[in-house]
């Protein structure tokens, strides 16, 4: 069978990250044998999510009645019911349900009631708890399947310790120094600081990102933190671009990520705030794209592009623009320009004769026939870039996993 939870978290406490580990220990202690658990990611933009949209589908193998029993009160249990925004919602589904649905989740938008049609249709055992809402997210999470999947490990303290974490820094700059590229985001080594725990006041101590269950246990073995009162590893979509759609400038929808490619349209500007804009054209039209300011270094890049450069961009489309992930150049050719020659007789810069005529000295009448050339180094070379680690949304594939597939 297959558990799926979502929306049992708000932002003064609890993860539904959390309550899934907690779950699965429940399930364990009353003979339910645990095959695998997900945490899937889902659109990014939806307006409800408290932090970053996840939701959890575990598979196990057992009696579904018991299961879904069982996953109801450890909800009713855990689930921050006084939060307005918190809307929980369980799905036990002995049959997997279409892919499709998640595909939609992780890209676009859904509706409570397309979850209530696809868990019905599959005859799914379902419970929503106040709008219920959380039950989009639980149906997608038991929906998804892709073959680019990530792990994280994560490691929990007692919900009622809101405070500080206790976590060495020196040790997980080590467990990113000996691990990285096969786990990433522990710490941002460009911006100096830590990426892999949250500063708000939920469970988790700290998560360690990586390509396998091996990778992301080796990496914790380096970290010294306060004594977890529990760890677990999920299969993820995390790091893996699976919100990305691919489009044109025409048709881009409020809400969704894209893959796009064009040509820069103008020369960047910084902003106040200090983000940097830019317009990005495509056949079919044009759109702003932009780094925030805490993209940091990689606004470097941004201020350096020119127009005429082809670009493929990935990022958000909200409030209609583009907020950037990663960018690859595909072309950024030297920017030649023109200018009049100084004069070859007395070094006063010469005036244009007329369309076609060369040019001519005002002080001396030299005439001289070809202008200055004036070919500007670029400071970019075509290639991927992207965020740092501390500016990455989850979904992001950073790209120490390698070149994303076109
Ligand atoms: P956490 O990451 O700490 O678990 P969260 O950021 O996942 O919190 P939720 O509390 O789960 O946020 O809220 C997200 C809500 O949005 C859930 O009710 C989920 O069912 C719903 N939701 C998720 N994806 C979509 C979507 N594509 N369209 C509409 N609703 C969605």
Redesign the pocket.
């Known amino acids: 069978m297959l558990i799926g939870i ?5 932002p003064a406490g ?4 959390y309550l899934g580990a907690v779950l699965i220990h429940q399930l364990k202690e009353a003979g339910i044998s645990v095959t695998a658990q997900r945490l899937i ?3 990014p933009n ?11 589908c575990i598979e196990a193998e057992g009696d579904a009645d018991e299961a879904f029993r069982i996953a109801a009160a450890c909800i009713e249990e855990l689930a921050e019911f006084d939060e307005e ?5 369980l799905v036990v589904s002995e049959k997997k349900l279409p892919v499709s649905f998640y595909r ?9 009631e397309e ?1 209530e049609s696809i868990c019905m249709a599959a005859g799914a055992r379902v419970r929503k708890w106040k709008n ?9 999470a038991i929906a998804a399947e892709q073959a680019d999947m990530t792990w994280e490990l994560l490691t929990y303290r007692d919900p009622a310790d809101k405070g500080e974490r206790s976590v060495e820094t020196d040790s997980l700059f080590r467990a990113e120094e000996e691990t990285f590229p096969h786990t990433w985001d522990t710490v941002d080594i460009q911006n100096n600081c830590i990426v892999c725990f949250p500063h708000t006041p ?1 469970p988790v101590i700290f998560g360690i990102r990586g390509e396998s269950p091996e990778w992301v246990k080796k990496a914790r073995g380096y970290v010294c933190s306060q004594k977890p009162v529990m760890e677990v590893i999920y299969h993820t979509n995390q790091g893996t671009d699976a919100h990305l759609l691919k489009g044109a400038i025409a048709s881009l929808v409020d809400g969704c990520s894209y893959r796009l490619t064009g040509v820069v349209a103008d020369t960047p500007v910084t902003g106040r705030g200090g983000h940097v804009s830019f317009l990005l054209r495509d056949p079919s039209g044009v759109v702003r794209c932009m780094a925030y300011e805490p993209t940091k270094g990689f606004r470097d890049i941004i201020r350096s592009l020119a127009p005429g450069d082809e670009i493929l961009i990935c990022g958000s489309y909200k409030n209609e623009s583009i907020n950037l992930e990663k960018i690859r150049i595909i072309t950024c050719p030297e920017i030649v320009r023109q200018r009049p020659p100084l004069c070859p007789t007395c070094g006063k810069r010469m005036k244009s004769d007329g369309v076609d005529k060369g040019w001519k000295c005002r002080r001396c009448k030299t005439r001289a026939e070809e202008p200055e050339i004036i070919r500007e180094p670029r400071m970019v070379s075509p290639g991927w870039y992207e965020v740092p680690s501390s500016a990455r949304r ?1 979904l992001a594939r950073p790209l120490c996993r390698g070149i994303p597939p076109e």
Do not use: W
């Open positions: 979502d929306d049992t978290d708000s609890m993860c539904t990250t990611r889902l659109n939806v307006i409800y999510k408290t932090r970053g949209n996840a939701a959890i925004k918190t809307n929980p919602g939609q989740a992780v890209t676009e938008f859904c509706t409570i979850a219920g809402r959380g039950i989009i997210g639980a149906t997608a939920d989850h």
